[in-house]
């Protein structure tokens, strides 16, 4: 009876019901993906206008989805949109949207305060065994853990932009995290159909600590005189396979996330100075308000 008790209990201890905080490019995407595979999912945002734009975002790409997933069945398209809006609510308010959640997915701005404040109110009302975890690109997981008194709950779960197209997520553990929890993760991104991959509470974890220093050396080569952003976009893809060159990566992260993640690593100190260096026409087309794609402007135009 115990046996047959326990491996219930295991069932009933999986993640079902996840809340995700933020509605906007990341959050709306990782609704989506979620909701998709069978999770019953709860938006929250801070009011109804930006849970109407995160709406947008997951109607736009699931449409895409569905076109791409069944080319010329339209009932089948239906079908997959249909099912994935039943498994979708949306709140305006974080302590109803985090109430029955096994799992909190934070994708709010990437302001430690911010993230820190919201956790704090979180761990307050979600249940207690629920899993904590934040998106952040380049915050330390530790630092907005501290918030709470769930350090063996809390870890890093970092999607990648597009969430329903590209295939990687980075698990990261702290010192704190505890196994149970790390396995519980490992558990929902394979569910997501995504794949995991681990790592420690460094800056940038895997994909930025890499990533970032290339795209700052390649806005530092145009500044330098020594190529043009159009031809150093068309080295990297042509000559070095990349789905985007290095500007229209940059464009699409969006300016303003890229300087602040730069910014702060300058600021922690953590990374070499020459891999975070500043770069003026970053920081100017910032200041001018030209955050690339969605901005409509960024080294390249947009209409
Ligand atoms: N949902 C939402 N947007 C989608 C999508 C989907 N399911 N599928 C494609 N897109 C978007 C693309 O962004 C692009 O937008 P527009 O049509 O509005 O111009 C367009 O759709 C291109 O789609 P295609 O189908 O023509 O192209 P594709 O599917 O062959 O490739 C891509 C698109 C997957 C984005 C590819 O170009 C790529 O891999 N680019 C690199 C992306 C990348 O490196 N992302 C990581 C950024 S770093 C990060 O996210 C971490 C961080 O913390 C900052
Ligand atoms: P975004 O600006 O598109 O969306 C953030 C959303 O959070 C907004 O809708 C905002 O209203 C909402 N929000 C702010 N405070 C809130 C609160 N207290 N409760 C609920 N909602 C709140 O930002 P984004 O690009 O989706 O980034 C979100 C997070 O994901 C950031 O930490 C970012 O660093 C990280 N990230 C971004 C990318 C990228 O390429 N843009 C990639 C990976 C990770």
Redesign the pocket.
Known sequence: LSHNFSSTTSNNNAVQNIAV???????AGIVQVAAQNGFKVTM???NQE?ID??KEIINASLKRVAKKQHKDDAAAQKSLIESTWSNIETNTD?VKGAEKADLIIE????NLQ?KQN?FQQLDKVAKPDAIFAS????LPISDIAKATRRLDKFAGL????PVPQMKLVEIIKTNQTSEETYNSLNDVIMKMKKAPVICKDTPGFIVNRLLVPYLMEAIRLVERGEASIKDVDTAMKLGAGMPMGPFELCDF??LD?LKSIVDGWRKDGKIDASLVASAKSLDNLVESGHFGKKSGKGFHSYS
């Open positions: 905080f933020g509605s906007g490019l990341m959050g929250v945002d801070l930006f734009r995160g974080s994708a709010i701005v990437e911010t919201l998106n952040t690109s380049s970092h999607f990648f932009n992260v969006g996330t």
